[in-house]
């Protein structure tokens, strides 16, 4: 079975510039999860949807950050416009209903951004 | 609020040595969720085992067993017979049934396990 898919894996760019990152969870998974990984403050929850709407998004840094999911197999990440302390690995994360096994989060292989 | 605390930064062993990673959590609710995810090398995020606060059997899968004590609000991990492969930073998580399944992290443990 596939895992979640991320695309870039990896994304160099300069301050500025719009960054648009993108997953694909598990099929049959309905909740999805972006998180953040930085040297300085490890992993950090951005946002995550249950059936395609946003349900805290206190995570998300600024308004520079946005991200939507407009199905049940797609969501996307932007960064506009983005600057150097962006710089670092974004993962995106899948699970299906609490409660049950599908509980688990499972994660995509991360984009490496890097910001010029 | 939840929190995990792996106090221990960096362990290095040489191959075949046992080795215990720690994890502490904190939390107030009475039905939470336990996890360890691996970080190797190549930066993906591995899911190793999730534990349910109302099992506190412990688990040996392979070389790895984990114990999981609610008297000390402990998760440890430990690896036997270290392989060089198992070099990656390993990171416990929290997980509430409140709300929803919001992870909190660990600061994560580096194993450098040398030949």
């Known amino acids: 079975d596939a895992g979640v898919i991320q695309s870039p894996r990896h994304e160099v760019t300069e301050m500025g510039q719009e960054v648009t990152l993108r997953c694909k969870p598990i099929?049959?998974?309905?909740?999805l999860f972006w998180y953040r990984q930085t040297m300085m403050r490890g992993l950090e929850l951005l946002i995550y949807?249950?059936?395609?709407?946003?349900?805290?998004d206190s995570g998300m840094p600024e308004d520079r950050f946005s991200a939507k999911m407009p199905n049940a197999s797609f969501s996307t990440l932007k960064i506009q416009p983005s600057e150097p302390r962006d710089s670092a690995v974004y993962f995106c994360?899948?699970?299906?209903?609490?409660?049950?096994?599908?509980?688990?989060?499972?994660f995509g292989p991360g984009t490496r951004l890097l910001v010029l | 609020a939840q929190k995990v605390t792996q106090a221990q930064t960096e362990i290095s062993v040489v191959e075949k040595e046992d080795v215990t990673l720690d994890c502490v959590y904190e939390?107030?609710?009475?039905?939470?969720?336990l996890f360890w995810y691996k970080q190797p090398p190549s930066g993906e995020l591995v899911f190793l085992i999730r534990?349910?606060?109302?099992?506190?059997q412990n688990e040996i899968s392979g070389r790895y067993s984990w114990n999981f004590q609610k008297s000390t609000s402990s998760f440890n991990f430990t690896i036997t017979a270290s392989q060089v492969v198992d070099s990656a930073v390993y990171f416990c998580?929290?997980?509430?049934?409140?709300?929803?399944?919001?992870?909190?992290f660990g600061t994560g443990t580096r194993l450098l396990v040398s030949p």
């Open positions: 994360a899948s699970s299906g209903l609490a409660g049950g096994p599908q509980e688990t989060q499972y």
């Open positions: 099929s049959g998974h309905d909740y």
């Open positions: 949807f249950n059936n395609n709407v946003p349900i805290d």
């Open positions: 939390t107030r609710d009475t039905t939470y969720y």
């Open positions: 534990r349910n606060s109302f099992d506190e």
């Open positions: 998580a929290q997980g509430s049934n409140t709300g929803f399944q919001k992870l909190v």
